[in-house]
C-alpha cells in the first residue's frame, strides 16, 4: 500500500486540514479490502484515495458526517492522525482528540527507533467537538463518533480502528469481536 503522506508530495495532512477550516466539511469513511481495514478522510485527500492512489482495495463504505470550522465551535479541537507504517506496523491510521493521549504517543514516537512498531505523528487531521462524560452536549456537535479497535496487537494483526456514527455499526463491529473504546469525538448533526 502506498502511504498516504508520500502520495500527497507537498500537501501534508496539516495543510489538508487547514484547507477545510473555513467551510463544513465532509468526513468519507473508507474500507480497505485487502486489508480489512478502515479508515476516515477529507477532501482534497479523498480523491486522492478514489483515484487509486493510496494502493489496491480502498473503497467507500458510504458512511460520512460533517465537522465544522472551529471559529464557530469554541468546545472543538483538532484531531491528531497517526500512522504506523508499511514495514514494520502497523500498516494503518489513528485518530485521536484527547490531548494527552496524543502527546503521549509523540513522545512514544520519539523514544522507538523507526525500525521498531510504533504510531507516527503525521499532523492535524480536521476539527470536532469534544465530548463531555462520553456525551456530545454542545448543540453545534452532538453527534458522537464512536472509536472501535480490532484488537489487532493481541490478535497477532494490524491495529487498526474504525470511527462509527451509527449504533447498528458499532454493534456489528462488537459482533466481530472488535473493542468499543467509546466516544472519540463530536460531529455536526
Known amino acids: 500500500m502506498l502511504l498516504l503522506s508520500v502520495?500527497?508530495?507537498?500537501?501534508s495532512p496539516h495543510a489538508l486540514a487547514q484547507a477545510n477550516l473555513l467551510e463544513r466539511t465532509l468526513v468519507v469513511e473508507y474500507h480497505n479490502s485487502v486489508l480489512d481495514h478502515y479508515f476516515l478522510s477529507t477532501p482534497p485527500e479523498a480523491a486522492i484515495i478514489d483515484a487509486g492512489g493510496a494502493g489496491p482495495g480502498w473503497q467507500r463504505t458510504g458512511e460520512t458526517f460533517y465537522v465544522e470550522s472551529l471559529a464557530y465551535h469554541p468546545n472543538g479541537r483538532m484531531l491528531c492522525r497517526f500512522y504506523g507504517s508499511v514495514s514494520p506496523g502497523p500498516n494503518s491510521h489513528f485518530f485521536t482528540l484527547d490531548t494527552t493521549e496524543c502527546d503521549f504517543l509523540k513522545q512514544l514516537q520519539a523514544q522507538t527507533p523507526p525500525d521498531q512498531p510504533r504510531w507516527n505523528y503525521e499532523?492535524?487531521?480536521f476539527p470536532a467537538g469534544t465530548p463531555t462524560n462520553g456525551q456530545c452536549p454542545n448543540f453545534y456537535y452532538s453527534k458522537p463518533v464512536y472509536r472501535l479497535y480490532n484488537n489487532g496487537f493481541w490478535t497477532g494483526v494490524d491495529s487498526n480502528h474504525r470511527y462509527a456514527t451509527r449504533p447498528e455499526i458499532v454493534n456489528q463491529m462488537v459482533g466481530r469481536y472488535w473493542t468499543l473504546e467509546g466516544v472519540?469525538?463530536?460531529?455536526?448533526?
Open 7 to 11: 502520495a500527497f508530495g507537498m500537501l
Open 123 to 125: 499532523g492535524l487531521a
Open 184 to 189: 472519540a469525538f463530536c460531529a455536526l448533526p
